[in-house]
């Protein structure tokens, strides 16, 4: 539970930390790629054993691995690009609600139990998390660019999907180092053809917030591939109480810390988030 917990904080900062890049007027896509390396370099400080490249070219997670850096990028820029189309709500509840791909696939795939305390509560994280993704105000667009919140649906659902699919053992370090090092190499690239083609400049804010994104990002992934390699707890039963708690404690600090408006259903959202746990747990 240890590393639920240390994995569900992690997340929460993440929100936190994003939420202050708008207060600090921090460039979102130079900070991510700087966390991106920062994320690597904790992988390969981690990984005990000798790093021999040649060795890992014929496992099949290293090209799971390479995809998976490739597809974390993409979906940043379709949640981005979500938002701005569709609305920040829209983006929030179609990439928080992709947790019932893991939690279908771990139920068929894996042959996880099934009852109805289970059922019910996985239920209600759903309900949850759309009451506590939805903020007052908010301007949602479903009709405007739907192809967006699909893909960043089903983008956010095979990512958690696949990382718990092929995250080896005993290279998890090493596995999550590539997968961020792809991501960096593509955010380079397209950092370096915003800076030479649109003359964006670089913002020398990005570098402190890039690395304290980048340990909290490891440590998120990292604790989180640990709650679900823990003997007893299934991995449907994992996503559900880490998606959920994720919400629903980012929603409290976005009241406490940034003073943001709670609204009634966001309240119910929270209650149910908490009804959830105790019934997926149970």
């Not at 240390?6 to 790629?33: E, G, H, M, R, W």
């Not at 449907?236 to 959920?244: D, Q």
């Amino acid at each position: 539970m240890i590393f639920l917990i240390l994995s569900v904080l992690s997340s929460t900062a993440i929100f936190v930390l994003f939420k202050l890049f708008n207060k600090y007027n921090v460039n979102t896509l130079q900070a991510i790629v700087f966390n991106y390396i920062i994320a690597c370099t904790c992988g390969l400080l981690l990984y005990k054993k000798p790093i021999n490249l040649a060795n890992f070219l014929n496992e099949p997670w290293f090209y799971a691995a390479l995809a998976l850096g490739f597809l974390f990028i993409s979906i940043f820029n379709v949640m981005a690009l979500t938002a701005q189309k569709n609305g920040l709500s829209v983006a929030s509840v179609a990439s928080k609600m992709s947790v019932i791909i893991p939690i279908l696939f771990g139920i068929i795939v894996y042959n996880e139990s099934i009852g109805f305390k289970k059922i019910t509560g996985i239920i209600l994280a759903l309900i949850a998390v759309y009451l506590t993704s939805i903020k007052p105000k908010s301007n949602v667009v479903l009709t405007k660019a739907i192809y967006l919140p699909i893909i960043l649906f089903l983008g956010s659902g095979v990512i958690d999907t696949s990382v718990n699919h092929f995250a080896p053992e005993g290279n998890m370090p090493l596995f999550l180092a590539i997968i961020f090092a792809s991501a960096g190499i593509i955010g380079l690239v397209m950092v370096s053809f915003k800076t030479t083609k649109a003359k964006q400049k670089f913002n020398p804010k990005s570098i402190p917030f890039g690395i304290t994104l980048g340990l909290v990002n490891y440590c998120s992934m990292y604790f989180l591939l640990k709650a679900l390699r823990v003997d007893g707890f299934e991995s449907s039963s994992v996503f559900t109480i880490n998606n959920v708690a994720i919400v629903a404690v980012s929603c409290l600090i976005g009241l406490f810390l940034f003073k943001e408006v709670i609204s009634s259903k966001n309240w119910i959202g929270i209650g149910l988030a908490l009804v959830s746990i105790i019934l997926v747990t149970l």
